[in-house]
């Protein structure tokens, strides 16, 4: 098996296990179904949309999946550098 055939299975493998990972968030509620960010309206709860209908703005959080990314590590454009993270 030359090398270009051993990441290609690699691939396959790591696919399975992203499969297998998502599936188990969905299944449990602690994730939504995808959806495309550009195309798509994103994912609500019934309390976000109601907080939206009384004029508030809650906070919606993503999380961008890379698994097939094959350059250096994904850098953001955003600086968040000023705003506080969840531990």
């Known amino acids: 098996m030359d090398e270009l055939e051993r990441a290609y299975q690699q691939q ?3 696919a399975r296990h992203f499969k297998e990972w998502l599936d188990m968030g969905l299944d449990r509620g602690w994730v939504s179904d995808p959806f495309c960010a550009g195309h798509d309206d994103a994912p609500l709860t019934e309390y ?3 907080r939206i209908e009384e004029g508030d703005d809650p906070c919606v959080v993503f999380i961008r999946l890379l698994l097939f ?3 250096p590590r994904y850098e953001t454009t ?3 550098s000023d705003e506080t993270r969840p531990e």
């Open 12 to 14: 396959i493998r790591d």
């Open 69 to 71: 990314h094959d350059g």
């Open 48 to 50: 976000e949309l109601r």
């Open 78 to 80: 955003i600086d968040h």
